[in-house]
């Protein structure tokens, strides 16, 4: 049996794309390696941009979303400064007259809500089928793996979320290795948040405090080293360590739970398709987390993935000329999310102090120029093409 479309990986990309295709009358079978009703990605933050709340709202899981107690915290400012240097700006909602600049949302009733969504839908998953290889033919994708059935699984295109895109063959990838790891946890401090989020960057590297339901969510850049340093510290150790490093921009930390690290990489496709596939999500890019544009930039490959797919002629599905269409119209976005977050990390996270000056100025321009300022919120408020 043909299927038009195979999605692997039902994580909230492949959802969001198995959404888009709802009403489209097209097979779709949609495969992921989870159990029903699991979610082993559930102890992450996810943040979202006000342009993906609108793409949520039109694939019908916002109100979902919403209705769960806690699971979206509205960011209304963000305070950005470095350490050591001068040069401070902050973005605001309330000057694009928005009721917030994104949201810090949680990966588990993200997926709840995605869930959710497509049962109301009418579309179902494939659970427990864990995809070993990926392969095409000038006709189809030819889909393998642990409990798929008898033989492989074939689709005129194969859609690829998995989070990694390692079982697609004939992808080339670039890699950067940040020797890096980002610390990531829950902090809670005296004063509430108020929907203030805050980014600082520092000698060691960029920290994040984003607001969400009573805690801050944290994201910490260190070396390896310091990393393992910092996780073995007890929790009163912690914060305290926290807050000294954090200097002056916010204090009062009296709590931390749930440390846990992860190795910090920049991994992309440079075309995100190979014969009869397309990978999206963190399978076509894993961008470092310094300004939260990962899932954003992920949500909008499944969107305009699933736009190029029901404007294409089912038996023209996964040809060349798809492939090449929606490459050529994510480019723009997709390497501009890979050269914003890298180049954030490579002007605002060295020691050099030589740069404290130059970049105390650009943060200072930002927020004294209200054009470049309009520019920069937009940009992280839709992405940046
Ligand atoms: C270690 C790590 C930590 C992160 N922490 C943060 C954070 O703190 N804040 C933040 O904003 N972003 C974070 N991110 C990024 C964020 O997780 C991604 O942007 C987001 O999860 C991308 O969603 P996705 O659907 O593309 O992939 P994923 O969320 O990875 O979902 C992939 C889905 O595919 C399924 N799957 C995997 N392999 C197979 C297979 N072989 N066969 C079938 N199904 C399969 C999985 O079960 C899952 O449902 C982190 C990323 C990583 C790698």
Same mark, same amino acid.
Not at 112 to 136: E, K, P, Y
Not at 157 to 186: K, N, P
Not at 223 to 251: I, M
């Given at each position: 049996?043909?299927?038009?479309?195979?999605?692997?990986?039902?994580?909230?990309?492949?959802?969001?794309?198995?959404?888009?295709?709802?009403?489209?009358? %097209?097979?779709?079978?949609?495969?992921?390696?989870?159990?029903?009703?699991?979610?082993?990605?559930?102890?992450? /933050?996810?943040?979202?941009?006000?342009?993906?709340? %609108? @793409?949520?709202?039109?694939?019908?899981?916002?109100?979902?979303?919403?209705?769960?107690?806690?699971?979206?915290?509205?960011?209304?400012?963000?305070?950005?400064?470095?350490?050591?240097?001068?040069?401070?700006?902050?973005?605001?909602?309330?000057?694009?007259?928005?009721?917030?600049?994104?949201?810090?949302?949680?990966?588990?009733?993200?997926?709840?809500?995605?869930?959710?969504?497509? /049962?109301?839908?009418?579309?179902?998953?494939?659970?427990?089928?864990?995809?070993?290889?990926?392969?095409?033919?000038?006709?189809?994708?030819?889909?393998?793996?642990?409990?798929?059935?008898?033989?492989?699984?074939?689709?005129?295109?194969?859609?690829?979320?998995?989070?990694?895109?390692?079982?697609?063959?004939?992808?080339?990838?670039?890699?950067?290795?940040?020797?890096?790891?980002? @610390?990531?946890?829950?902090?809670?401090?005296?004063?509430?948040?108020?929907?203030?989020?805050?980014?600082?960057?520092?000698?060691?590297?960029?920290?994040?405090?984003?607001?969400?339901?009573?805690?801050?969510?944290?994201?910490?850049?260190?070396?390896?080293?310091?990393?393992?340093?910092? %996780?073995?510290?007890?929790?009163?150790?912690?914060?305290?360590?926290?807050? /000294?490093?954090?200097?002056?921009?916010?204090?009062?930390?009296?709590?931390?739970?749930?440390?846990?690290?992860?190795?910090?990489?920049?991994?992309?496709?440079?075309?995100?398709?190979?014969?009869?596939?397309?990978?999206?999500?963190?399978?076509?890019?894993?961008?470092?987390?310094?300004?939260?544009?990962?899932?954003?930039?992920?949500?909008?490959?499944?969107?305009?993935?699933?736009?190029?797919?029901?404007?294409?002629?089912?038996?023209?599905?996964?040809?060349?000329?798809?492939?090449?269409?929606?490459?050529?119209?994510?480019?723009?976005?997709?390497?501009?999310?890979?050269?914003?977050?890298?180049?954030?990390?490579?002007?605002?996270?060295?020691?050099?102090?030589?740069?404290?000056?130059?970049?105390?100025?650009?943060?200072?321009?930002?927020?004294?120029?209200?054009?470049?300022?309009?520019?920069?919120?937009?940009?992280? %408020?839709?992405?940046?093409?």
């Amino acid at each position: 049996m043909l299927h038009d479309v195979a999605i692997v990986g039902a994580g909230p990309v492949g959802s969001a794309l198995a959404l888009a295709l709802a009403d489209a009358d %097209l097979d779709v079978v949609i495969l992921d390696a989870r159990a029903p009703g699991e979610t082993p990605r559930g102890d992450r /933050s996810l943040a979202l941009s006000h342009g993906a709340r %609108l @793409i949520l709202e039109r694939l019908g899981v916002w109100r979902a979303l919403a209705d769960i107690a806690d699971a979206a915290t509205p960011i209304t400012d963000i305070d950005i400064s470095q350490a050591g240097g001068f040069g401070h700006a902050t973005l605001a909602a309330a000057d694009e007259g928005l009721p917030a600049l994104g949201y810090v949302v949680s990966y588990r009733a993200l997926q709840a809500a995605m869930d959710q969504a497509l /049962s109301r839908a009418g579309v179902g998953i494939r659970h427990g089928v864990a995809v070993r290889g990926v392969a095409g033919t000038s006709t189809h994708a030819v889909i393998d793996g642990e409990g798929i059935g008898a033989g492989p699984l074939h689709a005129r295109l194969a859609a690829i979320a998995d989070g990694t895109g390692a079982a697609v063959s004939g992808l080339t990838r670039r890699r950067h290795d940040y020797r890096q790891v980002a @610390i990531v946890a829950r902090v809670w401090r005296e004063a509430p948040h108020r929907g203030r989020a805050y980014e600082r960057f520092t000698p060691q590297g960029p920290v994040a405090l984003l607001p969400e339901g009573d805690h801050y969510s944290l994201v910490w850049t260190a070396t390896p080293e310091r990393a393992a340093e910092l %996780l073995a510290l007890d929790d009163a150790a912690f914060v305290a360590t926290l807050a /000294s490093h954090f200097g002056t921009r916010t204090g009062g930390f009296t709590r931390a739970a749930d440390r846990r690290s992860f190795p910090l990489v920049l991994e992309y496709a440079h075309e995100p398709v190979a014969m009869r596939s397309v990978v999206l999500g963190n399978a076509a890019q894993t961008l470092h987390p310094v300004a939260g544009q990962g899932f954003n930039v992920g949500l909008r490959d499944a969107f305009e993935l699933g736009q190029v797919i029901v404007d294409t002629p089912r038996e023209a599905l996964g040809d060349d000329a798809m492939l090449r269409r929606y490459t050529r119209q994510r480019r723009p976005d997709r390497m501009a999310g890979v050269a914003f977050t890298h180049g954030l990390v490579s002007v605002f996270g060295n020691d050099l102090a030589a740069a404290r000056w130059p970049r105390g100025l650009a943060l200072a321009l930002l927020d004294a120029l209200p054009l470049a300022k309009r520019a920069f919120t937009r940009a992280m %408020l839709f992405g940046l093409h």
